[in-house]
């Protein structure tokens, strides 16, 4: 289980689950940066016992010194290139996996109340930095144990010094910090144009078509150019704060660096320190820089995956709609009539309700998207039903609900008592397969078909289900007008005896309907 109480609760949750991997990041780490913090101090003791000693077996022994240190480093460093990519896979592998899996358990809830650019941002971008922060904390690591062990090198060789780079450097990565806070702010911008631009553009794809057909391309083609300039604007923003990040990462310890070479320096000369000495202090203030890059780094790539992690639980928080009750109620057989406070549909009659641009709501409302409310459908509350049988039994269909990819009578087909041809004669809907190229197939989201034709197989679909109350929001709006009588007296014909709720404006339907409550309520 991962904790979504927060982003930073969620990262440690999913970096927590793979600990072994965890603690061999940390370890390859420390090997692979360790050597280089160790090596001045190995260098400064051979200029001293070797060289100004005049002791050629010192200084083999320190050069044996110098070769293991290169030879666990380079162990090291391939052991943490496994361990970094290893744990980037583990980060991407179960962010994913843990979005896919809780969108396909929100099922319908995820298009009404997230964007599809949220989604596609979540499952791609958002991942992507979670793994990133995964793949640099074996580097953290390293910087930490290499920093803690040089600061107890210079502290032992020269108090005054080992204060002063123990006190500069972290003064220095201090600095370095209020520059995030600006980044991060500047990044969510960046992140939250960026899914504005993916939503439009997957609205624009799926509606290419109409707006050829209406002329729009061009007026969609101008404000998806202008929000893409934004997003580039926030991104510009966001690298020049990095920029600004990376010249402090150097030259805060820079700084500090320059006034130990010039301190050890006076110190060396009056005798305080040895040259050898001196040689290691530079060598580690200089080295320092890396750990504090390091850790400059992982801070800055922790604030991005916050960000990222914090989208990610927004999405993960999201709940169905539809929660099965703790003691649900069976709905009678048959057909079944459908009231609340203000209008009742009839069971086993086809009601038409005009309500106008409130259609949607209304029938997400009556077929129980989400349960809840005073709608009653055989005298028994949605809000009672099990899920599973509500769904079978009372079905909604959007005029713009999808088609999936692959053979046209499967996609129609429900294993029901109504035959496939049956249900497409009804909605009208026999030529669509005729027309379609090769056997039958569709194109993902039936994206090669026009707005009426799509609304014709997804109501040839719905009324394969055979529900036993059946839901429709203005599902000829995209049709013509000779097309839509005979689709409204097809449906009522093959509905007899079978409730059927029609929400839409048109006269044709409301010719045929047996009842006509009023508007919204």
Request: proline letters at 6%; charged letters at 20%.
């Amino acid at each position: 289980m991962v904790d979504t109480r927060g982003p930073a609760r969620l990262l440690w949750s999913l970096l927590r689950q793979r600990p072994g991997l965890l603690l061999l990041t940390a370890v390859s780490g420390a090997l692979w940066m360790l050597p280089t913090a160790v090596l001045p101090l190995v260098v400064g003791a051979a200029i001293d016992s070797g060289i100004r000693a005049g002791s050629v077996p010192a200084l083999l022994a320190w050069a044996g010194v110098v070769v293991l240190l290169g030879f666990t480093q380079a162990a090291g460093s391939a052991l943490l290139t496994w361990a970094a990519h290893s744990s980037w896979i583990h980060g991407a592998e179960t962010s994913q996996r843990l979005v896919h899996d809780h969108v396909v358990r929100l099922g319908g809830t995820t298009t009404r109340r997230v964007g599809t650019g949220e989604v596609v941002t979540a499952g791609g971008s958002d991942i992507t930095e979670v793994a990133t922060f995964f793949e640099v904390t074996g580097r953290l690591t390293g910087a930490l144990v290499s920093f803690a062990v040089a600061a107890v090198a210079v502290l032992y060789i020269s108090p005054l010094l080992g204060l002063i780079v123990l006190i500069g450097i972290p003064l220095a990565t201090a600095g370095i910090a209020p520059l995030l806070i600006p980044y991060q702010r500047r990044e969510e911008v960046q992140r939250e144009r960026f899914s504005a631009v993916t939503s439009m553009a997957a609205d624009i794809v799926a509606g290419l078509r109409v707006l050829r057909g209406l002329g729009g391309e061009a007026r969609f083609r101008r404000r998806f150019q202008e929000r893409s300039e934004r997003m580039r604007t926030a991104g510009v923003a966001a690298v020049r704060a990095e920029s600004w990040l990376e010249g402090a990462e150097v030259l805060l310890p820079g700084l500090v660096t320059v006034l130990v070479t010039w301190l050890g320096a006076r110190l060396a000369l009056n005798g305080t320190i040895s040259v050898g000495e001196l040689v290691a202090f530079y060598g580690i203030s200089a080295f320092l820089v890396i750990p504090v890059s390091t850790a400059t780094e992982a801070a800055n790539s922790y604030a991005v995956a916050l960000v990222a992690a914090d989208r990610i639980r927004d999405l993960l928080n999201l709940e169905p709609d539809a929660a099965a009750p703790p003691h649900p109620v069976p709905l009678p057989p048959g057909a079944l009539d459908l009231q609340d406070d203000e209008l009742k549909a009839p069971a086993g009659q086809l009601t038409v309700i005009d309500a106008g641009e409130g259609g949607s709501a209304l029938a997400e409302r009556l077929a129980g998207h989400p349960v809840g409310g005073g709608v009653l459908a055989g005298g028994v509350r949605l809000a009672d039903v099990e899920p599973a049988e509500l769904r079978r039994r009372v079905v909604l269909v959007h005029n713009q609900d999808p088609l999936f990819s692959g053979p046209a009578r499967a996609e129609v087909d429900q294993g029901t008592p109504v035959p496939v041809d049956t249900a497409l004669h009804a909605a009208d809907a026999a030529d669509v397969l005729a027309a379609l190229p090769g056997d039958a197939e569709l194109d993902e989201l039936g994206r090669s078909l026009s707005g009426g034709q799509r609304q014709r197989l997804v109501l040839a679909r719905a009324l394969c289900a055979d529900a036993d109350v059946l839901v429709l929001d203005d599902p000829t709006s995209a049709v013509d007008a000779h097309s839509e009588q005979r689709i409204a007296q097809r449906v009522r014909d093959l509905r007899s005896g079978r409730t059927t709720v029609v929400l839409t404006q048109s006269p044709l339907w409301k010719a045929v309907a047996d009842t006509t409550p009023g508007g919204t309520p």
